[in-house]
Nanobody, 124 residues
């Protein structure tokens, strides 16, 4: 059974940093795209970032470019999202996702497996 578990969320102040982790189990994910999405109350799920299976290619949503960094450690089956200069508008539930079809896209339909999410709250 494929499982993705996010961790590292919490309550921080504007300008602070957080690092989210996503650990995958059930099978190896070293050849898959791994991504992060977020969803704020009353809003649609939004693409945040994705990383290729080598870690060498990444891309980001416009709202987080220059502040967030995605990375992965295939030996640990884990992806990370380093979030710096956090803003109140970054407040959301953050979800990890896996794209096993290598679409490398920004749509939720491009991803096959999802975690349950971790809450990030940024106070002003």
């Amino acid at each position: 059974q494929v499982q993705l578990v996010e961790s590292g969320g919490g309550l921080v102040q504007a300008g602070d940093s957080l690092r989210l982790s996503c650990t995958a189990s059930g099978r190896a994910f070293s050849r898959d795209i791994m991504g992060w999405f977020r969803q704020a109350p009353g809003k649609e799920r939004e693409f945040v970032a994705a990383v290729s299976w080598t870690g060498g290619t990444t891309f980001y949503g416009d709202s987080v470019k220059g502040r967030f960094t995605i990375s992965r450690d295939n030996a640990k089956n884990t992806a990370y999202l380093q979030m710096n200069s956090l803003k109140p508008e970054d407040t959301a539930v953050y979800y990890c996702a896996v794209d096993s079809r290598l679409r490398f896209g920004k749509r939720t339909s491009d991803y096959d497996f999802w975690g349950r999410g971790t809450q990030v709250t940024v106070s002003s």
